[in-house]
T-cell receptor
C-alpha cells in the first residue's frame, strides 16, 4: 500500500506571495491532519479534515487554510507569506481521529522557504 | 492541560552502548503516550505506543519504553545503539479536543551515534 505523499517536496517563495501544498493520504484513510515543524516552535498542529470538513484547528492565523476533496486528498494554503512561515509542513493520514486513537501515518513533508 | 517534556535536546552515544531518551508527561488522567522517530528528510514514524495496557511497551527496531505513573515518565531505551538510530525522537501525548484526538509533541531529542 502506498504511503502518504506530499507535493512539492521543496518550495521557495517570497514574502507576500501565497502557496498551496498538496497531500495524498493512504488509500482508505479519510482523516488528514497538517502540522508545521520549525526549529523554534517544534511540531504544531494546524488542522484536521475528515470527509471534506475541518473538524479541528490549532492556533494559527487565518492566513493558514485548507480543504479536503471527495477523494480525501487535501490541500493547505498559506496567503501573504511571512518569513516566519518557513518550515517543514507535514501531512498525516489515518482512518479516523474520533474515538479510540488510530495511528497517524506521516508523509515526508514539504519544506517551504520564504525569502 | 496535557503536555510532554523531553529532558534532553541532544544525546550522543557510541555505537553498541545503551540509549536513554527521557520524557516526562503532565496529565490529569491516564494518558496515551507515543514515541515517534524522524530521520533526515523523512516523515515521522511511530516507534511505540502506550494506551493503558502493559506498562512496558516494546516497539520497532529494538526500542522499548516504560510508563511510570509515580514518576510521570515515559523514557525510551534501547540496549545497543546502531548507527542507523541517529535521528530525532519525539515524545507525544494524545489529547481530546472537541471529541477528537490531537497529538501534542515534545520538543524533540536529537540522537547522535558515534562509531
Amino acid at each position: 500500500k502506498a504511503g502518504v505523499t506530499q507535493t512539492p517536496r521543496y518550495l521557495i517563495k517570497t514574502r507576500g506571495q501565497q502557496v498551496t501544498l498538496s497531500c495524498s493520504p493512504i488509500s482508505g484513510h479519510r482523516s488528514v491532519s497538517w502540522y508545521q515543524q520549525t526549529p523554534g516552535q517544534g511540531l504544531q498542529f494546524l488542522f484536521e479534515y475528515f470527509s471534506e470538513t475541518q473538524r479541528n484547528k490549532g492556533n494559527f492565523p487565518g492566513r493558514f487554510s485548507g480543504r479536503q476533496f471527495s477523494n480525501s486528498r487535501s490541500e493547505m494554503n498559506v496567503s501573504t507569506l511571512e518569513l516566519g512561515d518557513s518550515a517543514l509542513y507535514l501531512c498525516a493520514s489515518s482512518l479516523e481521529q474520533r474515538g479510540p486513537y488510530n495511528e497517524q501515518f506521516f508523509g515526508p513533508g514539504t519544506r517551504l522557504t520564504v525569502l | 492541560a496535557q503536555s510532554v517534556t523531553q529532558l534532553d535536546s541532544h544525546v550522543s552515544v557510541s555505537e553498541g552502548t545503551p540509549v536513554l531518551l527521557r520524557c516526562n508527561y503532565s496529565s490529569s488522567y491516564s494518558p496515551s503516550l507515543f514515541w515517534y522517530v524522524q530521520h533526515p528528510n523523512k516523515g515521522l514514524q511511530l516507534l511505540l505506543k502506550y494506551t493503558s495496557a502493559a506498562t512496558l511497551v516494546k516497539g520497532i527496531n529494538g526500542f522499548e519504553a516504560e510508563f511510570k505513573k509515580s514518576e510521570t515518565s515515559f523514557h525510551l531505551t534501547k540496549p545497543s545503539a546502531h548507527m542507523s538510530d541517529a535521528a530525532e525522537y519525539f515524545c507525544v501525548v494524545i489529547v481530546l479536543s472537541g471529541g477528537y484526538n490531537k497529538l501534542i509533541f515534545g520538543a524533540g531529542t536529537r540522537l547522535a551515534v558515534h562509531p
